[in-house]
């Protein structure tokens, strides 16, 4: 007789889950009383943020550029307009030492090839050497804000330095490579010698005055003297002027005749004035940075962050330089 085959009932229980680990049980309990405190109310902290707008998201990306190029701004001015400086008096240099050697170079406030003609405004005219302070510039014809950026400037209605009577040359103490920066360390002694086309012209510091000290007494008929000019006070917040006046101690040059005067000459060539000029072309590259700005904004978010970057960032760059060259020019010309 054979045995019937061992059939057991289905067990009805269901199979057991596997046992959760600790971190697992951590996390459900989590759960759990982030739950129970939802049920009263969403707190602050845990609701979702609005979404940003695109209108949004492009003035967030402006202000960002914009911050970045007023930081463009200070480091032109403070760094990038020595380089500029650098490269003026380099090209003035190699422009001043032909005519020098050709006898053509200016020996008035006339053109040498148009007597009818004033000597244009950034013309080379000399060479200034002031051993004490180890500078060796190119001087320029004119006192605005805009010929002090690339060097000294020859006032204008004054004489050629070498020349009987007072000559004055203005330069910048802070921006621009500040050639005058060690102006007020010049003491009594000190040896400054100009090249002009007419020869060296040698002068010796008399002394260093400020705004309010009594005046010199003027030289004497037949001699000459030099004022160099810049500001004083703490750097880019000038509170006057410095004045160093330098005997002629050399033979004196002959004087031509003056063409213009301390009332013909225009306001923005006195020391500490603004060039007024810088407006009009200030409000148009201004306005061209800040169409540029809202343009590339917008091309971050519709046709990607690091394209737009690599276009932004010279033709950004390009105009905060040409903006802050024209906000320069509105401040003090020899700041």
Known sequence: MTASPDVRAPDPSPPLEPRPDRAARR??????????KMAHGVPRWAQEPPPIGPARKV???????LAVTMVGFA????????????RVQHEAYESFRVPLANGDAPTGPTDPFNPNKLVALGTPIALLQIPA???QDVVMEGTTGQVLEGGPGHLRYTVLPGQQGVSVILGRRAAYGGPFAGLGSLVPGDRITVVTQEGVAKYQVMDLRRAGDPLPSPPAEGSGRLTLV???GPPFDPTGEVYVDANLVSQPFATPAPVL??????STEDALHTDDSAWVPLVLWGQLL???LGAFAWLSHSWGRWQTWLVAVPVIGYLSIVVANEVARLLPNIL
């Not at 996390?27 to 129970?36: D, T, V």
């Not at 005067?261 to 225009?266: A, D, G």
Request: charged residues 20%; proline residues 2%.
């Open 261 to 266: 005067t301390y009332e013909t000459l225009p």
């Open 27 to 36: 996390a459900q309990a989590r759960a759990e009383r982030l739950a129970r």
């Open 230 to 232: 810049t500001a004083d």
């Open 75 to 86: 480091a032109w001015l403070s760094i990038g307009s020595r380089l500029y400086y650098d």
């Open 133 to 135: 302070l180890h500078m």
């Open 59 to 65: 003035a967030g990306t402006m202000l960002i550029i």
């Open 290 to 292: 800040f169409i540029a």
